[in-house]
């Protein structure tokens, strides 16, 4: 599955929308909330992406479709109105980048700082309080780690903060290597 949280201008406008209308209305953090819930169901459904990203659906199953999902997993008001303006005014598609874009604002408004951390294998508690505690040092500020696990990077860890990428994968030392290798 290819990387869904680029952002897109219409995404960045309708989350910057929805941020004002839920701080307005004290709804951030159920907004945020439901949000959340949404991506990760997004993640685990492949028919939620097909009816997404599908022109084969129209702008009314595409409303139908996260109007039941809202319904379902009982999503605030806003967040419900929020996701029938965007299907009727046929941005489904930029779901995901409106989601990253919300969570950025959202963070930034608590002076928190998210982060995306990659690794070959599920880290321990351990592991995970580490590595907050060395983004919290080197960032300055609060993390909000995410995780994810890739066995493709064979080992170490991929960090991204923002749009800042800390590469310490075994796979990106390996390739650098060959890379290397072949100029020699």
């Not at 169901?41 to 028919?47: N, V």
């Not at 080197?138 to 493709?152: C, M, Q």
């Amino acid at each position: 599955m290819a990387d869904d949280t680029k952002t897109t201008d219409a995404g960045d406008r309708y989350a910057q929308a929805l941020f004002d209308l839920a701080n307005e209305a004290g709804q951030t953090a159920a907004v945020e909330s439901d949000l959340k819930s949404l991506k990760a169901a997004y993640k685990d459904s492949a028919d939620l992406r097909r009816l997404l990203a599908s022109p084969a659906f129209t702008a009314e199953d595409k409303a139908a479709g996260l109007n039941a999902i809202a319904k379902k997993a009982k999503f605030n008001a806003t967040t419900i109105k929020f996701l029938g303006l965007l299907a009727a005014n046929r941005r489904s598609s930029d779901l995901m980048s409106a989601i990253a874009a919300f969570e950025r604002l959202s963070a930034a408004q608590r002076g928190v700082v998210s982060a995306e951390v990659v690794s070959a294998v599920p880290l321990s508690a351990a592991q995970s309080k580490g590595v907050a505690q060395a983004l919290r040092t080197a960032l300055g500020k609060e993390p909000e780690i995410s995780t994810r696990v890739d066995p493709s990077i064979l080992g170490g860890l991929k960090v991204r903060v923002g749009s800042r990428l800390f590469d310490a994968s075994l796979k990106s030392k390996l390739d650098s290597l060959k890379f290397a290798l072949k100029r020699a």
